[in-house]
Nanobody, 124 residues
Framework: QVQLRESGPGLVKPSQTLSLTCTVS??????????WTWIRQTPGKGLEWLGY???????YYSPSLKGRSDISRDTSKNQFTLQLYSVTPDDTAVYYC????????????????WGQGTQVTVSS
């Protein structure tokens, strides 16, 4: 059974960099055709797909982040990481990592595995 677990700071100050790590167990992040995705949820906006790193290492970022993000991986630790630069209070959300096999999608029901989510608050 694949399990995902997010970790990172619960509070970040405006203009700083948010760094979140997703640790994967029960499966490998280089397993063919899996897309390892970061998603966030706010009460007002619902789910927002932020981007992914694929089994091959390719990445995609949502245009909504306007170049403020990087997603990387450490295959030796079976982890992938989201860095979000120059955060503002609008980046306050519950952040999830999730995975699906096959073509990448922004449909919640198509994801096979989810982390439990971690609350991030941006505030001074």
């Amino acid at each position: 059974q694949v399990q995902l677990r997010e970790s990172g700071p619960g509070l970040v100050k405006p203009s700083q960099t948010l760094s979140l790590t997703c640790t994967v167990s029960g499966g490998s992040i280089i397993t063919n055709y899996y897309y390892w995705t970061w998603i966030r949820q706010t009460p007002g906006k619902g789910l927002e797909w932020l981007g992914y790193i694929s089994y091959s290492g390719s990445t995609y970022y949502s245009p909504s982040l306007k170049g403020r993000s990087d997603i990387s991986r450490d295959t030796s630790k079976n982890q992938f990481t989201l860095q979000l630069y120059s955060v503002t209070p609008d980046d306050t959300a519950v952040y999830y990592c999730a995975a699906k096999r096959g073509a990448w999608s922004a449909r919640r029901g198509e994801y096979d595995y989810w982390g439990q989510g971690t609350q991030v608050t941006v505030s001074s």
